[in-house]
């Protein structure tokens, strides 16, 4: 581990993206995503740990793990805790490491639930609303230091 990791974190039923309404999130699998953020992070000098979890404790435990192992940002898309989750707003507010929220649909054209994101009040920036592209311009605002 060091600061030229970056943590890309994915929360609830984002394991399924490929089968999951394609009509709203697309073909592409979690895995392929993976495989192109390796790719543009190898290019850009930095290193991805991508993980995926349906447990919205176990994206508090690796926001603290990003910054007790000194990673240089988090991605992170909290699919539906977005808009439910006070305790990851609180942990991003507990680290310094910059967090990036990331989706790949627009939540703020979609139901008004999805409007309201906690993430979001806390987080260095957000990218949505470019389906996969949104993973790889949030890779890139790390590495270009604008987070
Ligand atoms: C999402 C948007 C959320 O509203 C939804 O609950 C998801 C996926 C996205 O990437 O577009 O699970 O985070």
Not at 47 to 60: A, C, K, P, S, Y
Request: no cysteine; net charge negative; glycine share 8%.
């Amino acid at each position: 581990m060091s600061d030229t990791t970056v943590y890309v974190l994915n929360g609830p039923n984002l394991n399924l993206l490929g089968l999951r309404e394609p009509e709203i999130y697309g073909s592409t699998t979690l895995d392929e995503i993976a495989g192109m953020l390796e790719d543009r992070a190898r290019a850009l000098g930095l290193t991805i740990d991508m993980r995926q979890t349906n447990h919205e404790g176990m994206l508090v435990d690796w926001l603290h793990e990003a910054q007790a192992e000194g990673a240089r940002a988090v991605l992170l898309n909290a699919g539906a805790y977005t808009h439910t989750s006070i305790a990851l707003l609180d942990a991003i507010k507990a680290i310094r490491t910059p967090v990036v929220e990331v989706h790949l649909s627009d939540p703020k054209t979609r139901e008004p639930f999805r409007h309201l994101s906690y993430i979001g009040m806390a987080a260095a920036l957000t990218v949505e609303g470019h389906g996969p592209d949104s993973y790889r311009i949030a890779l890139e605002a790390v590495a270009s230091g604008e987070v």
